[in-house]
């Protein structure tokens, strides 16, 4: 049974944003709980990247606030995002994730070994002089999300991690999500695949045309959503 009273990780309220006048995020609110995993669903161009980069911190909101919980040990760093399409240096596997570690001032004495065991944990050792732009799509998903767990992240953001990976590596990255999962990391990540939601959701904020349509448990959710925009898109109508 998830807690009933978790606290948040994450605080959102009245969170707006817009570029040139125009509104592209109408004012939100809500909490990711500590050590669940929230998925934001929805169609392509509903909001979902907008609103995990102001999560993160890349964007300014133009109203509204986001309240991270960033109570973390030193040497922790509060929070990481992975992209949908990596983002990687030109450099080894090995120098993306001690770059990575350094820039957020990881000590030079404890690169290596930091990175020896994320590539470790993911899999990823025998890849480590390899220059990281060639590995192929599903490993370099692998890669960024090691170089974030480097970072060792209470809270970590993922933009439509497997949107670009065949069925294969998608189930490789999500049975990887599981495990940070167990670890207690709590995760932020966005989808429109509900099939992907259904598996690995604990919570859903389902979005649609930049506004927060039905924020609730993922079982709730699915089995009985509240508004007519999220039964379209339970059943499959994108109709708007
Ligand atoms: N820099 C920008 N300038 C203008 N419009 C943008 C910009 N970034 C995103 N948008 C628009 O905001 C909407 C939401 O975008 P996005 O968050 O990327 O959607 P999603 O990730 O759900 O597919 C889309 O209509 C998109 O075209
Ligand atoms: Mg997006």
Do not use: Y
């Amino acid at each position: 049974m998830p807690d009933k009273h978790p606290s948040a990780a994450l605080s959102v309220s009245g969170l707006s944003f817009a570029i040139g006048g125009t509104t592209l995020i109408h004012p939100m609110s809500f909490e990711v709980k500590t050590g669940r995993r929230l998925v934001v669903l929805g169609p392509n161009g509903a909001g979902k990247s907008l609103l995990l980069r102001l999560c993160h911190g890349l964007l300014q909101p133009v109203a509204g606030q986001v309240h991270r919980n960033d109570h973390h040990p030193a040497g922790r760093r509060a929070h990481a995002m992975v992209f949908q399409m990596p983002v990687m240096l030109r450099r080894s596997v090995f120098d993306n994730v001690t770059h990575a570690l350094a820039t957020v001032g990881v000590p030079s004495a404890q690169l290596r070994s930091r990175a020896v065991e994320a590539l470790n944990r993911f899999g990823l050792t025998g890849f480590s002089e390899r220059p990281a732009r060639l590995l192929s799509g599903g490993e370099q998903q692998r890669l960024a999300i090691a170089r974030a767990w480097a970072l060792r992240p209470d809270l970590l953001f993922l933009d439509e991690p497997t949107a670009a990976l065949d069925p294969s590596a998608t189930r490789l990255i999500e049975a990887m999500l599981g495990d940070l999962h167990a670890e207690g990391v709590t995760l932020m990540m966005s989808t429109h695949d509900l099939g992907q939601a259904r598996r690995l959701a604990d919570d859903v904020v389902f979005l649609a045309s930049g506004s927060l349509v039905e924020a609730s448990e993922a079982h709730r959710f699915f089995n009985d959503p509240q508004t007519h925009q999220a039964r379209a898109f339970i059943a499959g109508d994108l109709v708007w």
